[in-house]
């Protein structure tokens, strides 16, 4: 059975850095591309990064280009989100989604539980 | 503003057939691009109920189904249950977007 867990989500003030994790099991991890998705009350499910099986490739949504920074640990099956600059309309739940392919799929086959993310100001 | 859009709600009574609209544009579900489902229980993660447009994941109960046809995707669950209640997103792909993966706005289907 595919697991996600999502860890590392925290209150943090504005222009503070807070680093995501995602620990993955029950799939080969390191043949599976895995996205960041984030979702809120009034702006609802916003996609916002994606990574390769390999590494070779990783993107990001414009509003958090230059200040998020996606990576993965095939070793440790863990995929990890670095957020710095944090901007008050990063308040989200960050979910982590694994691709049904090694690259980038048009679906986000399965979703952890996600982790809350609050900055204030 | 969602990229593609849902009817904010819906609602049925136990064992009547409801249907969620999700409308796009020229430049993912006209273009081609498969529609998929996602149900979402209260307080829970998003679960993929269908993909490319008509396909159930293993375990999916048949009373969801889904259907496409140009701009236009639906999602019918007839049987409605208790255990239905929940936001329904549907989600496709726009190469004319710098964030391609888009979203609908998600339908909160109440059970009376």
């Known amino acids: 059975e595919v697991h996600l867990l999502e860890s590392g989500g925290a209150p943090v003030q504005r222009g503070g850095s807070l680093r995501l994790s995602c620990g993955a099991s029950g799939f080969t991890f390191s043949d599976y591309a895995m996205y960041w998705v984030r979702q809120t009350p009034d702006k609802g499910l916003e996609w916002v990064s994606v990574i390769s099986a390999s590494s070779s490739n990783e993107d990001y949504t414009d509003s958090v280009k230059g200040r998020f920074t996606i990576s993965r640990d095939n070793f440790k099956n863990t995929v990890y989100l670095q957020m710095d600059d944090l901007r008050v309309e990063d308040t989200a739940i960050y979910y982590c989604a694994k691709s049904p392919d090694a690259v980038p799929g048009e679906r986000f086959e399965y979703w952890g539980q996600g982790t809350l993310v609050t900055v204030y100001s | 503003q969602s990229v593609l859009t849902q009817p904010p709600s819906v609602s049925g009574a136990p064992g009547q057939r409801v249907t969620i609209s999700c409308t796009g544009s020229s430049s993912n579900l006209g273009a081609g691009f498969d529609v998929h489902w996602y149900q979402q229980l209260p307080g829970k993660a998003p679960r993929l109920l269908i993909y490319d447009n008509i396909v159930r994941p293993s375990g999916v109960p048949d009373r969801f189904s889904g259907s496409k046809s140009g701009t236009s995707a639906s999602l019918a669950i007839t049987g409605l249950r208790a255990e239905d209640e929940a936001d329904y997103f549907c989600?496709?792909?726009?190469?004319?977007?710098?964030?391609?993966?888009?979203f609908g706005g998600g339908t909160k289907l109440t059970v009376l």
């Open positions: 989600q496709s792909y726009d190469t004319s977007l710098p964030a391609p993966w888009v």
